[in-house]
């Protein structure tokens, strides 16, 4: 299929939209004009962009979780009580993993089996089975800004019943949603589907609705180099503004090597600011999201506490403009509402008692900032080389070539072959280059920092460091030192 960058035209899009609302029943009471109407009868304190403009202001962070139940009461007072005992400052609505994969028929099963047993049988809230009114009920039963999160390569239909349905933040992009998420879903694909997404967000902007869109920053969340989840944020930046979306925030997972990790959120906001004005775009809005440690966590709660705190800590000295909290009950599976609110009060008040510090500055920040820069404007050029100047294409051709390559994601489409590993004091560097362009100087200092690891270890730079480092944090460490 022929993919590019450039906006789609209105014949085209209301043209593929006729398939994509008959793709499920609720999907036919879908009418662009009531739901634009909809979208503005939302007051503005409900409306996530204009909160998080006005966290940037105020120089807060803002706390938000993830949850998602599969009945609409339960959901509307998991949130509520998410936004009381929590103190979450936006909400999300997590979509359930049959919803993720179009499978809206095995959706249908868990929210009956859900009815009869009244225990939620699916692990987050099947936004399109059921529809924009119920969607409606539980997002204006809210005080707080509600978001939609999932996993969905091909979310096209999803899209118009959440903005339908009074959601005013929609994450996801053709390459975090697909490369990380799925085994064969080709890219050009999800690329074209999320230009779907995209240009129906760019529809709404044109109604004079503003729909905030968030990159889904951490990839597999499992020892992704900076550079890699970064060029990822900034080319689905890219793909979504040239749909018209003017509202944007980037994200990154947290490593846990603090210098990095500071750097990282920093110079993603910086370069994503700089490839938006390059093109044109003043007028896109960029704002920031820290994700906590999205890799194993601890059984023990108290440990877990750590790691979440550990988390918030990062992205308030990070100044993020938001966190993504993670709860106790992480390595148990979907939490109660009770530990998703304690994940909130705990990261809550690091974040507090961190508003006054800023760590962007710090020297070795500043130098690790200079690496992270430098290595993004060796892969976002060759993209753009390979693309002709049409990062659409380039993406494609990137991955096709190991341009980009996301370490440990499952597609069949990624090459697999760069390979992370930690250095002596955690921070995340590359142990294989794949075929990452980066320059003689930065492979060279890649090596310097993990030779500086296997001097202290007193063992060979190897795959086992690689190994040692994904076991080490359920065992509560960081670098994964030889037994
Ligand atoms: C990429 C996101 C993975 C994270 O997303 C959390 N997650 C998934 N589904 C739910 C849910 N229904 N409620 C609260 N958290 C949830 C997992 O724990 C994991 O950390």
Request: net charge negative; glycine share 8%; with cysteine.
């Amino acid at each position: 299929m022929e993919i590019s960058n450039q906006k789609i035209s209105e014949d085209a899009f209301f043209a593929e939209r006729k398939e994509v609302l008959g793709q499920w029943h609720t999907g036919r009471d879908i009418d662009f004009d009531e739901a634009v109407a909809y979208q503005k009868s939302i007051p503005a304190e409900k409306r996530f962009g204009a909160k998080l403009q006005k966290a940037t202001e105020e120089r807060r962070t803002l706390i938000q979780p993830r949850a998602g139940v599969a009945l609409p009461e339960e959901h509307k007072k998991l949130l509520q009580f998410l936004e009381t005992e929590g103190e979450a400052d936006l909400l999300p609505t997590t979509v359930d993993s049959y919803t993720r994969l179009n499978r809206y028929h095995e959706a249908e099963t868990g929210i009956e089996k859900s009815k009869e047993t009244n225990r939620s049988m699916l692990n987050g809230f099947p936004i399109v089975n059921y529809g924009k009114t119920i969607c409606r009920d539980v997002t204006s039963a809210l005080k707080s800004p509600v978001q939609v999160r999932h996993g969905t390569p091909d979310a096209r239909l999803l899209t118009e019943i959440s903005i339908a349905g009074g959601f005013t933040s929609y994450e996801g992009g053709g390459i975090s949603y697909n490369i990380p998420y799925s085994k064969s879903h080709s890219i050009e694909k999800t690329i074209a589907h999320w230009q779907y997404a995209d240009r129906l967000v760019g529809l709404y902007e044109e109604a004079g609705v503003s729909i905030n869109r968030e990159p889904f920053g951490p990839l597999t969340g499992t020892l992704i180099p900076p550079c890699i989840s970064n060029s990822v944020a900034v080319l689905e930046t890219l793909l979504a503004a040239a749909q018209g979306v003017k509202d944007i925030t980037v994200g990154y997972g947290q490593c846990g090597n603090l210098i990095q990790d500071v750097a990282a959120l920093h110079t993603l906001n910086v370069l994503t600011r700089d490839y938006l004005d390059k093109y044109g775009y003043q007028d896109v809005r960029v704002t920031t999201v820290f994700h906590q440690w999205m890799g194993g966590f601890p059984q023990d709660e108290a440990k877990a506490f750590g790691v979440i705190s550990w988390g918030a800590a990062a992205a308030a000295l990070a100044k993020a403009t938001k966190v993504i909290v993670k709860t106790p009950h992480e390595a148990m599976g979907v939490p109660t509402k009770e530990a998703n609110a304690a994940g909130l009060r705990a990261t809550k008040q690091v974040t507090s008692m961190l508003r006054d510090q800023d760590f962007r500055t710090v020297p070795a920040v500043l130098e690790e900032s200079e690496i992270i820069s430098t290595e993004m404007h060796c892969i976002l050029g060759k993209v753009e080389e390979l693309g002709r100047g049409d990062y659409a294409v380039g993406t494609v051709a990137a991955f096709e070539a190991g341009v980009l390559d996301i370490p440990f994601a499952p597609s069949r489409y990624n090459a697999g072959k760069a390979m992370p590993a930690r250095d002596n004091v955690g921070a995340v560097r590359l142990l294989d280059m794949g075929a990452l362009p980066l320059s003689k100087d930065i492979v060279d200092f890649h090596r310097r920092k993990l030779e500086e690891r296997a001097a202290f270890e007193n063992r060979p730079v190897s795959f086992q460091m690689v190994i040692d480092d994904v076991y080490a944090i359920g065992k509560g460490f960081l670098v994964g030192r030889p037994r």
